[in-house]
């Protein structure tokens, strides 16, 4: 579930931060991208240094850095969920009266991600009213709060305050994306993603620009989900991670089909994010193509299987089909052109016009479905996306809101 997940760790001054090596370590080591913002008092318990080398990414503490200004807005709607770890009694006064007087609070005050925190501190300060108080405003704002545990406290007491141990805070991570999740287990899902290459002679082709992220985040989340998942790919180069994933590698639009069209029986559920050309050259010349050949050479191009369109003319009712339409323009009827020609149960609208770019770690979707309902989403993670959409199209019809 955390796989490609972007998660914000930010630290501020407890003798806990020590901890938040190792929720670095094992988020890392789940597929997440971690980045960590870090108070100016955090840095007197961990080194940025350790948590930069976990993280792969520069740990961010001032404002300004090297007379580079540090954007904390970006930060906020890089993440998919900011977790707060450890949260020191100092940093939660702040947060709860919206002071802005550093680079950790400034992300959190403009964060449009969800916030998480862990606090840490010692039993008497954590039972203070006024702790008491600023934990409630937090949760009132909508923050989650992951109780610290009893046990020995810095301060060589036993009591509670103790920051939730890493493998814990995973734990509470991994349910966060969970929760409300419908589950896939048992269900086979057939998905395609990225270009097809269409050969010319054999050296060159017809391509495009699809990276095949979005198709991948759909694998990967139904795959969290507990799905047997037939990931059909065409020729991108992505260190994804494929553990447990059947992976069809193809190169062009025929070969895609054919791959659809073997798994696609025995499918629950197939979504084609796959940007496949819509042409072919006739001919694909044998030998390389010379320049001193006598004429220009021309073209002649046929068209290639709709590989949706082909699966919703053969698709029984208990199998859900869902199909992409990328536009540039006249997008909402071109989308529900494709649904109906198509026979697809929903179509996932991306346009070129709404921020939406091949190679993008993010997306802006619009689902419509057969039964007539439009859900538009905003601009966020791939991963996020991937939710989104699953989420939709397992709700039922009935219960989408238009
Ligand atoms: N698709 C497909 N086989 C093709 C072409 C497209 O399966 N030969 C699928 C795509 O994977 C996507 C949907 O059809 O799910 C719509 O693709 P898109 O490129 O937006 O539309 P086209 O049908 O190709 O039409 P046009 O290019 O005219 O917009």
Redesign the pocket.
């Known amino acids: 579930m955390l796989a490609n997940r972007k998660i914000l760790i930010g630290v501020s001054g407890s003798i806990a931060a020590y901890k938040t090596i190792q929720l670095v370590r094992l988020l890392i080591k789940q597929g997440a991208e971690v980045k960590v913002v870090m108070t100016e008092a955090a840095k007197d318990f961990v080194s940025p240094l350790v948590l930069a080398t976990l993280s792969k990414n520069e740990v961010l503490t001032d404002m300004f850095q090297e007379n580079t200004w540090s954007n904390h807005v970006a930060l906020g709607r890089w993440a998919d969920l900011m977790l707060i770890a450890p949260l020191s009694c100092n940093t939660l006064a702040k947060m709860a009266n919206g002071h802005c007087d550093n680079l950790l609070l400034s992300v959190y005050l403009s964060a449009t991600c969800p916030v998480m925190v862990a606090p840490a501190m010692d039993e008497d300060m954590w039972h203070h009213a006024a702790t008491i108080r600023n934990i409630k405003t937090l949760q009132q704002d909508g923050i989650t709060v992951v109780q610290p545990g009893h046990g020995e406290l810095a301060s060589g007491l036993f009591g509670d305050g103790r920051m939730e141990e890493p493998e814990n805070l995973l734990t509470a991570i991994d349910d966060f994306f969970r929760k409300g999740k419908a589950t896939l287990t048992g269900k086979k899902v057939l998905i395609?993603a990225g270009p097809?290459r269409e050969a010319i002679d054999p050296v060159r082709f017809i391509g495009n620009h699809s990276s095949g992220k979005m198709g991948i985040a759909l694998a990967q989340e139904c795959q969290a989900r507990g799905a047997e998942v037939t990931l059909v790919l065409g020729p991108v180069d992505l260190p994804a991670r494929y553990e447990g994933m059947t992976i069809i590698q193809v190169t062009s639009?025929d070969e895609?089909?054919n791959a659809?069209h073997d798994h696609f029986q025995n499918a629950d559920i197939a979504?084609?994010?796959?940007?496949?050309?819509?042409y072919k050259p006739e001919k694909i010349s044998e030998e390389k193509i010379k320049k001193e050949a006598a004429a220009t050479p021309e073209l002649k191009l046929v068209?290639?299987?709709?590989?949706?369109?082909?699966?919703g003319a053969i698709k029984d009712e208990r199998q859900l089909l869902?199909?992409?339409?990328?536009?540039t323009q006249n997008e909402k009827a071109?989308a529900l052109e494709?649904l109906k020609?198509?026979n697809?149960d929903f179509?996932?609208l991306n346009s070129l016009k709404d921020g939406a770019a091949f190679g993008s770690d993010h997306n802006k979707i619009t689902i419509f479905s057969k039964a007539g309902a439009e859900v538009a989403f905003d601009q966020k993670s791939k991963a996020a996306v991937a939710a989104d959409i699953i989420d939709t199209v397992t709700a039922g019809e009935s219960t989408i809101t238009v």
Do not use: H, Q, R, W
Not at 271 to 277: E, N, Q, R, S, T
Not at 322 to 327: C, D, H, N, W
């Open positions: 395609t097809t639009a895609m089909y659809c979504i084609l994010a796959a940007a496949v050309a819509d068209k290639t299987k709709d590989i949706l369109k082909s699966l869902i199909g992409f339409a990328l536009e071109n494709k020609s198509k697809a179509i996932v």
